[in-house]
């Protein structure tokens, strides 16, 4: 089944307790991206990634780290969580360069806590 | 500084009624207009996307309305069911390296609820 993955679903954590959300999707995409969602706020990016190696800031980047070794692997990294940081995130896959279709599908969210 | 302006925050439609939803956005670079429904505890999916090129792009219930020179663009949901109760967001996007995606820019949604 085609699907994007992220673990874990649910995280209560510290301030300062570095914590790694993974995210892995099983298409071959080239493209994908973080989003945290906010009541009010919608959806805003995070980072993105073109491909293997090639990362971007999107909106709100500040306090997030990411890396793409893999193409089917794009982990966000919050080395010093904060509590501005609690909120709902979703990781995100779509074909890429070339394609004529801009589609993301998305993962199922990662509800994080940070006390 | 907000990309995507949309409207209304929430909105309430009788079953068989017309939604409508409105955004409005302010860079002309953008080249590529997505709509994603969200359901209650799951990720956005894509529901209805238009480039520039057209005016209008309808898919079943579903319409895209798109005004280049107002920069504004509307999704109509016809015959509105219950089942279309979800909060719905729409987006903007420029090509960036060869990709129709690069930095994608969302509004801030709307929650409709449809009336049995």
């Known amino acids: 089944e085609a699907q994007v993955t992220q673990n874990p679903r649910y995280l209560i954590t510290v301030t300062g307790k570095k914590l790694t959300v993974t995210c892995s999707q099983n298409m071959n995409h080239e493209y994908m991206s973080w989003y945290r969602q906010d009541p009010g706020l919608g959806l805003r990016q995070i980072y993105y990634?073109?491909?293997?190696?090639?990362?971007d800031k999107g909106d709100v980047p500040e306090g997030y780290k990411v890396s793409r070794k893999e193409k089917r692997n794009f982990p966000l990294i919050l080395e010093s969580p904060s509590p501005n940081q609690t909120s709902l995130y979703f990781c995100a896959s779509s074909p890429g360069r070339g394609r004529a279709t801009g589609e993301l599908f998305f993962g199922e969210g990662s509800r994080l806590t940070v006390l | 500084q907000q990309q995507v302006k949309q409207s209304p925050q929430s909105l309430i439609v009788q079953k068989g009624g017309i939604s409508i939803i409105n955004c409005a956005y302010e860079?002309?670079?953008?080249?590529?207009f997505p709509w994603y429904q969200q359901f209650p505890g799951k990720g956005p999916a894509l529901l209805i996307a238009?480039?520039?090129?057209?005016s209008e792009k309808k898919e079943g219930r579903f319409t895209i309305s798109f005004n280049k020179s107002a920069k504004q663009f509307s999704l109509h949901i016809m015959d509105s069911q219950p089942g279309d109760s979800a909060t719905y967001f729409c987006?903007?996007?420029?090509?960036?390296?060869?990709?129709?995606?690069?930095?994608?820019?969302f509004g801030r949604g709307t929650q409709l609820t449809v009336w049995p």
């Open positions: 987006a903007a996007s420029m090509s960036y390296r060869g990709s129709t995606l690069g930095r994608l820019y």
């Open positions: 990634s073109m491909n293997v190696e090639v990362t």
């Open positions: 238009i480039r520039p090129d057209v």
């Open positions: 860079n002309t670079a953008f080249d590529y």
